[in-house]
């Protein structure tokens, strides 16, 4: 059967495609109409032709040039692969357009259509892409920028022109882009990185500028998994903004580090001629990305560039600072905790026995908790004739990011705190083994004390400088504070999905865990959260985490240690085993989502939604409570009433409906709803 007959994988043939286009700059003014079409396109990829969707035939999609303030209607067509929906991440919109599946919206279905009504209270940079199986439809080309231009003419410093770049990456295997499975995603554990980078779906990007020009480059990460530290050696940069508008303190930096969603705002003087690369750097690799090539030219001598060394500062952010004293010292409102439960046990046809990791005595033949201290047991496959033969000291698990750690019990890994897996899925381990000197009977080798990796753990069998990648990946370790650059553990992230790896977002205050967290806020509120990414998982990792539109938030701490730079924002990287305390300024009612931004990790579970009430009015005489959300009765989704796009009366009750089509639908109907 070839890979284009598997109804359990997504579509990848080209036979009668278009070819993708430019992306085109589409400056829309207050009322203006925006028709959208998702379809599958051809696009290549560097020497590759592939399959791929798109938003109004290009990759990325178009991109919306919009005045702060202004609302414009966008028409949804959908002609894509599966159902979809559309999210305007990071804009404080209307609930009911914020593109989450059943929360807000019903999903767009294959050939049907929806309306959205976005407004833009925020200047900066902003995006959107689906919010369903974003793990295929983003990482296959749904994706698009949009640029705020402030009401303030000053509030940016001065630029002569601005560029705007998606980074990203592609998996690609055998000329195609690995496929995906229809009924879950893949890749679980750590994410799909790709083995192909890319700047705006361009493996040869490139800008010509004139020398003396500063260029604003509005960035953002719209990779599934990978984190971008992305630099121009040879210029000096300077971070004016981020997600959602300028920081406190304009600064000159050497570099700028973005995880999928974020978005970075950066100015660059180029007053040297010369040819420049765009690089993001890892501690083990550098990829280029793209050429800048500076030019020297006749040209408007550039106010901007006499401006360039000033450094400004946001009053709007200092006013901001001087009223967190209070939330720096007192206690969160709320704590996430940020949790990863492995189940990597033996493979299916394979007799099984269970063990507790903290009492390896403890072996059971069915599943069940330690007596002694009450953990779960993890399944491994049982020894064949009860292993009499076998040395008691024969590794039988390793860690997946450190294959050299290896050990006789399902332990964790002493350098990054990870579940060690059965060694048959770790190849560079039994490698390892194979090629040394049998381990003496007991050892524990996970248990040993580990300095680091040796010089020749390290590959270098590869061009650091000029990749995209396709390579050997190299190993990191998981200290905390430390960020994932690339797949350490190729197999066994492959082989995970929702039914083996669960990523977990717990309330610690009441145990409630994902789906099951029941947050309420109302407008007005300054809700200090504080997010654990805990060392006590079963794969400790960063998580860029997301809250869609009830407001906004500033990072107050990073361990501890104040925020000494303040900007607006609606995603926060929390590294491995860090603790970070955010302030939510919550100012739009609805029901929002909040969840990790790797795709993969969203769409097997890690989310939650949380309501936030209107605040109500100061009353001149009594006045009657804001009523509570309401559910559609055909779609079965929460609304606020105040928020209904219709209402029916019947039997002497009063209905709520999300959309016009549930309400004729309904009314056709009434008896099959009530």
Not at 279 to 284: G, W
Request: glycine content about 8%; aromatic content about 6%.
């Amino acid at each position: 059967m070839s890979p284009d007959d598997d109804t359990s994988a997504f579509p990848r043939e080209l036979d009668g495609l278009p070819e993708a286009g430019d992306t085109e700059e589409l400056v829309l003014a207050d009322g203006d109409e925006l028709d959208l079409r998702i379809a599958p396109v051809r696009k290549r990829i560097g020497d590759d032709e592939l399959r791929m969707l798109a938003y109004n035939g290009s990759i990325p999609g178009p991109t919306l040039r919009v005045r702060q303030g202004s609302e414009i209607v966008v028409n949804v067509a959908n002609d894509g692969d599966l159902e979809t929906t559309v999210h305007w991440h990071g804009l404080r919109l209307e609930n009911r357009y914020d593109g989450v599946p059943h929360d807000t919206q019903i999903p767009i279905p294959v050939g049907g259509r929806f309306t959205y009504r976005v407004r833009f209270p925020d200047e900066g940079v902003y995006w959107y892409h689906p919010h369903l199986r974003e793990d295929y439809t983003q990482d296959m080309g749904l994706y698009a920028n949009i640029v705020v231009e402030p009401a303030d003419p000053t509030y940016w410093p001065p630029a002569d022109r601005d560029v705007v770049l998606a980074v990203d990456d592609l998996l690609i295997e055998d000329g195609r882009i690995a496929s995906y499975d229809r009924s879950h995603p893949d890749h679980t554990a750590m994410g799909r990185f790709g083995n192909v980078l890319f700047v705006n779906a361009q493996t040869d990007w490139s800008l010509d500028v004139r020398r003396g020009e500063v260029v604003r480059f509005f960035l953002t990460d719209t990779a599934n998994t990978r984190v971008f530290d992305l630099s121009i050696p040879g210029v000096r940069m300077k971070l004016v903004g981020g997600d959602s508008g300028r920081y406190e303190h304009e600064t000159f930096v050497d570099d700028v580090v973005i995880a999928p969603s974020e978005r970075a705002v950066v100015d660059v003087l180029f007053d040297e001629a010369g040819t420049f690369p765009l690089e993001h750097r890892t501690p083990d690799r550098v990829y280029t990305l793209g050429w800048i090539s500076v030019v020297d030219g006749a040209g408007p001598s550039s106010t901007a560039a006499a401006a360039y060394a000033t450094l400004r500062h946001a009053p709007e952010l200092a006013a901001e600072r001087e009223r967190l004293a209070a939330d720096l010292e007192r206690e969160p409102d709320e704590i996430l905790g940020l949790v990863a439960e492995m189940d990597m046990g033996p493979r299916e046809g394979e007799d099984a026995v269970y063990e507790c990791p903290m009492h390896p005595d403890v072996v059971m033949d069915e599943p069940g908790r330690c007596p002694k201290c009450g953990m779960k047991l993890l399944a491994r496959a049982a020894l064949r004739d009860a292993d009499d033969d076998a040395d008691p000291g024969t590794p039988r698990f390793a860690c997946p990011m450190d294959p050299e750690v290896v050990s006789a019990d399902p332990s964790r890994c002493p350098k990054c705190g990870m579940k060690l897996v059965p060694i048959e899925m770790v190849p560079a381990a039994l490698e390892r083994l194979s090629a040394s000197t049998p381990p003496t009977a007991g050892t524990h080798r996970a248990n040993d004390q580990h300095d680091g990796h040796d010089a020749d753990d390290q590959d270098d069998g590869h061009d650091a400088r000029g990749a995209h990648g396709g390579g050997p990946h190299d190993a990191g370790g998981h200290a905390a504070g430390s960020i994932e650059w690339e797949d350490t553990m190729e197999a066994v992230n492959r082989a995970t999905n929702p039914s083996n790896m669960r990523w977990v977002l717990v309330d610690r205050k009441t145990g409630k865990r994902n789906g099951a967290i029941a947050w309420a806020f109302t407008v007005g509120d300054r809700v200090k959260i504080r997010l654990v990414n805990e060392m006590d998982s079963d794969h400790p990792m960063h998580h860029p985490f997301h809250i869609h539109g009830a407001g906004r938030f500033l990072v107050l701490s990073r361990a501890g240690v104040v925020e000494t730079n303040l900007v607006w924002k609606d995603t926060v990287l929390v590294r491995t085993g860090e603790t970070v305390d955010i302030l939510l300024d919550v100012s739009n009612p609805g029901l929002w989502m909040a969840h990790c931004h790797i795709a993969e990790h969203a769409e097997s579970g890690m989310m939650f939604s949380f309501d936030v009430r209107r605040a109500p009015a100061t009353p001149q005489i009594l006045q009657e409570a804001p009523m509570a959300m309401v559910t559609d009765p055909v779609c079965g989704m929460r609304i606020d009433p105040d928020d209904a796009a219709a209402t029916a009366e019947h039997d002497g009750t009063t209905y709520y409906f999300c959309s016009q089509p549930c309400y004729d639908t309904f009314v056709a109907d009434p008896s099959s709803y009530v």
